[in-house]
């Protein structure tokens, strides 16, 4: 059955990867599923037809037949419960797996988020300055949590898995900001995801979309 995932028609970030449809991409790489992508504006993404696939009007969204889901989450669990590739057999390995997915999108990822909300919305308050080093700091906390987790280890619980993809995905939204560079363990972590050529497909299929015009 086709596969059909919903991305921007221009992302923000000019193709460097931060939306989130690349780490529903390279997912599909990782367990090579061929898929569809319907690119769409933001005004598309609050209209009916796309709310009924997102009830947030955002992206990305995945279709397959009957199927619509939305949260990158739910998205990435389903590919990894039906094809091999990103959760291990073994059934206690496959649950903490899928904990290490949960610990992105719930642990780890919401100071990150905080972050750039905090420089994009309330950057122009009188009171951002003395904010901030309190929200880098709960980010360094966590940094310092997983750090101490992964060890000398390559991921974070034996083979790759979609533990390693959502939290390496989650991180990748911290390498402008300089604070990954203060962890180098966790660094080459994020640059060990970075280089699977699942992950390289993924990156160039976005960049094909949102490349900025050369000249
Ligand atoms: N929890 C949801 C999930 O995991 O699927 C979050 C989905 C989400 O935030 N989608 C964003 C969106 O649709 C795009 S990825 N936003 C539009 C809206 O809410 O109206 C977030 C994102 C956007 C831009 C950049 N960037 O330019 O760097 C990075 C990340």
Redesign the pocket.
């Known amino acids: 059955m086709t596969i059909t995932i919903t991305a921007?028609e221009r992302?923000?970030?000019?193709g460097?990867g931060?939306?989130?449809?690349t780490?529903?991409r390279w997912a599909l790489e990782e367990v090579g599923q061929p898929y569809k992508v319907r690119l769409v504006s933001?005004e598309a993404?609050?209209e009916p037809a796309h709310l009924a696939l997102?009830p947030?009007?955002?992206?990305?969204t995945y279709e397959e037949g009957d199927l619509a889901l939305?949260?990158?989450?739910?998205?990435i669990f389903h590919i990894a419960n039906h094809h091999a590739g990103l959760l291990p057999d073994d059934a206690n390995a496959r649950a903490r797996a899928i904990t290490w997915m949960f610990a992105a999108?719930n642990t780890v990822?919401p100071p990150i988020l905080e972050r750039?909300s905090a420089r994009l919305l309330e950057g122009d308050k009188p009171w951002s300055k003395e904010r901030m080093p309190l929200v880098e700091d709960r980010i360094r906390n966590r940094l310092n949590q997983l750090f101490d987790h992964l060890g000398d280890a390559d991921w974070l619980d034996g083979a790759f898995s979609a533990g390693d993809l959502m939290m390496v995905s989650v991180l990748l939204?911290l390498k402008s900001s300089g604070i990954l560079d203060e962890f180098p363990d966790l660094a080459a972590y994020v640059s060990r995801g970075e280089a699977r050529p699942a992950y390289q497909r993924a990156f160039a299929a976005q960049l094909a979309v949102n490349k900025p015009p050369a000249g």
């Open positions: 921007f992302s923000p970030d000019g460097r931060l939306a989130r449809d780490r529903v933001f993404m609050k997102h947030f009007g955002q992206i990305p939305f949260e990158t989450g739910a998205i999108l990822e750039e939204r």
